[in-house]
């Protein structure tokens, strides 16, 4: 049973997490005046970006304000013990992490122009399929049959929602090229956002850095450089990409100009950038109060929440065959994450020898060890 604690953070990081997305999209379907007094679209994705990582920068802003308040109550009181983790180490290693962050947030935003929220959404599951390749070729993990078989069906499963989005795109505000193109971009993100995964977890994980840092310090990195790339963006042509009135990569005084002018798309930027923070101080609280199978759990029910939101406010029109893809990406995701047993691909129990030993019934031995005959590991590691 869920403490009411417990309940709240889970709660939490199901409606942050999908009002990070609603009003992103919230956003992009807004119209306001521009320097030159044209009324057009808001469609600005590198300056979201640098929005969403000026949210997780927060994240560091806030664990700074804990580790001073934490070190000014230990002044009071020395026999409080407090876990700050490993503080010894080089910011610069969130810097290739927050590059493919940056890189992956950016495509991702320029797809969610193009398609629904809901496919958006439930595209981004593909990242367990690129993760767990890209792991098995440069960590040298071995994927199991039972992943395998989750993998295979969430490539089912996306394989469905795209062919739901291009079928039926005739009966939306979406040409069948758009959504192709919108959907195909959200993909390309996710291999990025795999690398990310992979190079957290072959060069971060192990140093013992608490996660709202790690959040900050990436999120630090991906609001400079990005900040600054919108410079060189301003002056860049691209008028069959930049949709604004200059025709560039991205017009940044156009878009904070319109922020300004729209009170509706100030909301709808001022939800996204709070959002997210918080969605990161509610999913780290959910893997630490409960477990990262349950985090997994609630984003599938975040999808969930996007999908129905975007069907009551009529972003995009139920259809079936988008609803049997979102079960089968969702059946491969449980699968793949060791939530749903299957007896002829699950390990058999591996039995241990009895240690001849003298036993320990210590309460620090039985808390530590597993029961003393059968031990059920997993064979390999969580890569999603």
Request: neutral net charge; charged residues 10%; aromatic residues 12%.
């Amino acid at each position: 049973m869920w403490t009411p604690y417990q309940l709240f953070i889970a709660v939490g990081m199901v409606i942050t997490g999908s009002i990070n997305t609603l009003a992103t999209k919230w956003a992009d379907k807004q119209s306001a005046p521009g320097p030159n007094g044209v009324v057009h679209a808001f469609d600005h994705p590198f300056l979201q970006a640098v929005g969403m990582f000026i949210g997780e920068f927060s994240c560091l802003v806030v664990f700074q304000i804990w580790i001073r308040y934490q070190k000014w109550t230990i002044k009071k009181d020395p026999t409080k013990e407090v876990n700050f983790g490993n503080q010894n180490f080089s910011p610069f290693l969130f810097l290739g992490p927050a590059v493919c962050d940056m890189t992956a947030t950016s495509l991702m935003y320029i797809g969610l122009n193009y398609t629904y929220a809901s496919s958006f959404q439930m595209l981004r599951g593909a990242i367990i399929v690129f993760t767990a390749l890209l792991s098995v070729a440069f960590l040298r993990q071995f994927i199991t049959k039972k992943k395998w078989l989750g993998i295979f069906l969430v490539l089912v499963g996306l394989i469905l929602v795209g062919l739901s989005d291009i079928l039926f795109s005739s009966n939306s505000q979406y040409g069948p090229n758009e959504v192709i193109t919108g959907d195909l971009i959200i993909l390309i993100a996710q291999i990025i956002s795999a690398t990310q995964v992979v190079l957290e977890e072959k060069f971060v994980n192990g140093k013992d850095i608490l996660p709202l840092q790690a959040v900050g310090w990436e999120g630090f990195f991906g609001m400079t450089i990005l900040g600054t790339l919108l410079i060189p963006m301003y002056f860049i042509p691209a008028s069959s990409f930049g949709n604004n009135p200059r025709g560039v990569l991205e017009d940044a005084l156009d878009g904070l100009y319109q922020i300004g002018q729209n009170s509706t798309l100030a909301l709808a930027q001022i939800g996204s950038v709070c959002s997210i923070a918080f969605f990161n101080f509610f999913g780290i609280s959910v893997t630490k109060q409960l477990n990262a199978t349950t985090r997994m759990v609630l984003d599938s029910i975040r999808t969930i929440v996007i999908w129905a939101v975007s069907l009551a406010v009529k972003w995009s029109t139920f259809q079936y065959l988008q609803a049997i893809g979102f079960v089968v990406l969702i059946g491969g995701t449980v699968i793949y994450n060791n939530l749903a047993p299957i007896p002829c691909l699950d390990p058999p129990p591996q039995v241990q020898p009895i240690n001849e030993s003298k036993p320990d019934y210590s309460d620090e031995a039985a808390s530590e060890k597993t029961p003393l005959l059968y031990d059920t590991q997993s064979i390999t590691n969580q890569t999603a």
